[in-house]
């Protein structure tokens, strides 16, 4: 089996930065690059939040390019409740051994994926601004890609409002631009990550790697329950992004179907929401043809949360 190449746009975040460790750790794959964009919180801070979660990792070798400081459309949404006025609130602040690379995350993506077509990995945990804008720059890289899987959306309740998630709400005109391409998008929704909370016993088990990389983890992770205690009634905090990560590396611990997806862009109470119509729904609602639904796109219903955390741990240790 070829070692898969993960490209990874996204906006850390304590889940993204946990994202970033298990692709950069694991052994299943080979992480070739970050990029960052604007979203849980500004630029500037998940750029440094990027280059400090490297930092910790020892993975210096692996570029960190800086995209997008603002959705393509509407002004900026961050979620500072749930990261921190930091954007990374909880481990005392790493101060990152590098600079980000010089050039632009979309220059990147787009640079990666089509100098090596059907080689990458293009995985998003953030906002899509800067895959809308590469997809804008060169439309080929909808062919060009290996797969393509987002944390983002939800079939069923949002997390931002009633219906939407939060990286669709923050761009969702960028959100209709990257459905609407001709590939298929892997979706990991809430409705997913939400089967997946990190027990303290999960947690303990991280801390008690005794590492710099699992001290860390351990602290993002208290942070997170935290806020989440906080503002929900989820005692174990989702960790929502490295679920993306992880269908890259193991699918078979999702069960996942075939969909139509479009981006609700002009609701009132449902804008940033993204509307799923699963292909097995055999009998459309009376009076609605969805014959001409293209259900091309692939959306978990499902997660092996006991693989997952063992793959996350499995990859912290190797970054010991
Ligand atoms: C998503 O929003 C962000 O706050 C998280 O990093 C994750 O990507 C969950 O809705
Ligand atoms: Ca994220």
């Known amino acids: 089996m070829t070692t898969k190449r993960i490209l990874l746009d996204c906006d850390p975040g304590h889940d993204d930065a946990i994202a970033i460790l298990l692709a950069a750790g694991t052994t299943r794959a080979e992480l070739v690059g970050i990029t960052t964009v604007a ?29 997008h400081d603002r959705p393509l459309v509407r002004p900026l949404r961050t979620a500072p409740r749930f ?13 990152p051994d590098r600079d980000a690379s010089s050039g632009h995350a979309v220059d990147f ?23 809308a804008a590469a997809l804008r720059r060169e439309p080929r890289v909808a062919q060009a890609v290996h797969e393509f899987v987002i944390m983002g959306g939800a079939y069923g309740p ?12 923050v761009d969702p005109e960028a959100a209709a631009i990257v459905f609407g391409a001709p590939w298929s998008v892997t979706m990991v ?23 710099p990389v699992g001290g860390f983890v351990s602290r993002l992770l208290e942070f997170y329950r935290g806020a989440y205690l906080r ?46 119509r699963f292909a097995e729904a055999r009998e459309p609602p ?27 741990i499995e990859a912290l240790r190797k970054l010991a």
């Open 39 to 67: 979203g849980n919180q500004t630029l500037d801070k998940t750029t440094r939040n990027a280059l400090a979660v490297a930092t910790v990792g020892r993975i210096g070798d692996i570029p960190v390019f800086a995209g």
């Open 109 to 131: 993506i787009v640079e990666s994926v089509m100098s090596s077509p059907g080689d990458v990995s293009l995985v998003a945990t953030g906002p899509l601004t800067n895959v």
């Open 286 to 312: 009376a009076g609605r043809d969805l014959e001409h639904l293209d259900p091309r796109h692939r959306v978990p219903v499902r997660i092996d949360s006991e693989a997952l955390y063992e793959l996350i």
């Open 231 to 276: 503002h929900t009634d989820l005692s174990d905090p989702p960790v929502h992004d490295p679920c993306a990560i992880a269908y890259v590396l193991s699918p078979e611990i999702f069960e996942t179907r075939s969909a139509a997806i479009d981006v609700e862009l002009t609701g009132r109470w449902t804008a940033g929401t993204t509307v799923v």
């Open 158 to 169: 949002g997390n931002v409002t009633q219906t939407a998630e939060f990286n669709i709400f």
């Open 189 to 211: 929704t809430l409705d997913v990550t939400h089967q997946a909370g990190c027990t303290r016993h999960v947690q303990r088990r991280i801390e008690e790697l005794g590492t």
């Open 83 to 95: 990261h921190g006025e930091s954007g990374l609130d909880g481990p005392s602040r790493i101060v």
